[in-house]
Nanobody, 113 residues
Framework: VQLVESGGGLVQPGGSLRLSCVASGFTFSSYAMSWHRQVPGKERELVATIFNTGGTPNYADSVKGRFSISRDNAKNTVYLQMNNLKPEDTAVYYC???????WGQGTQVTVSS
């Protein structure tokens, strides 16, 4: 199992970024996927989950209405569209496959003027 995140960077408050996570080594369409984030000294926080069976994704209250998770099973990729970014969104963002505790290496998102 391999998960590779990309798309992080430095953005001004109010800006947008789209993170991507390309998966390999398993049947992507069979698993729920999630995005998490972590700030140094704090626990990793669940940001959003998208299910393999369809249905409404789940979001942390802190990102509802600003972030959107989606997936493209043909490309084995899960995305996190982040709009109206705030300084408190600064963190390393990780994608995770449900079951088995598989994580990517993370991508840094920094929101600062």
């Amino acid at each position: 199992v391999q998960l590779v995140e990309s798309g992080g960077g430095l953005v001004q408050p109010g800006g947008s970024l789209r993170l991507s996570c390309v998966a390999s080594g398993f049947t992507f369409s069979s698993y729920a996927m999630s995005w998490h984030r972590q700030v140094p000294g704090k626990e990793r926080e669940l940001v959003a989950t998208i299910f393999n069976t369809g249905g409404t994704p789940n979001y942390a209250d802190s990102v509802k209405g600003r972030f959107s998770i989606s997936r493209d099973n043909a490309k084995n990729t899960v995305y996190l569209q982040m709009n109206n970014l705030k300084p408190e969104d600064t963190a390393v963002y990780y994608c995770k496959r449900a079951g088995g505790g598989y994580w990517g290496q993370g991508t840094q998102v920094t929101v600062s003027s």
